[in-house]
């Protein structure tokens, strides 16, 4: 059934460190991955917030997706609506992270091992990541994604007893 196929999907997303410097897929394929996931993820009140790129190379691997969000669209919308103040940056954090791992995910479906990471970055950093890459000195780093095809298969994983990790409440 269809939920199964994205379960299936989220089961083969593994973090795998042991990245090549090639990719089985085309840059073209790459692009339209992450330009399909850019516009179909979700953002608080539709605010268009988050933006990635892609760069050439990273820790060894083919490259890697770099994910940002604008800091003047989360500005300008706090500044509409004050209300949502407090919980806006959570929002945008929760939107931000079905986009690092729609990418993640679709990326795993074709073959690629991958890894989110999430350095953390001075102001200097920031400003010299901008500057390099040509992105509005608003954007702001939200993850880094390395990718290329699999060096070897990604470590086991263990898991807690779900279990303990899920409850229902009935009213």
Known sequence: NMSASYLDAITVRRSNYALTNKSSVSDEKLQDIIKHAVKHCPTPFNSQT?????????????????FFEDQAIVDGIIQ???????????????????LHATIWTAFSLEGLAATLQHPPLTAEMIAGLN??????????????????????????????PVEDRFKVVKS
């Open 50 to 66: 988050h933006f990635a790129g892609l760069l050439d190379l990273h820790k060894g691997g083919y490259g890697s997706v770099m």
């Open 131 to 160: 500057l390099g890459f040509d992105v509005p000195s608003t954007w702001k780093s939200t993850a880094i994604l390395p990718f290329g095809d699999p060096a070897a298969p990604p470590k086991d994983k263990t898991f807690l």
């Open 80 to 98: 509409k609506q004050p209300f949502v103040a407090n919980q806006f940056p959570d929002w945008n954090k929760n939107a931000a992270g079905i």
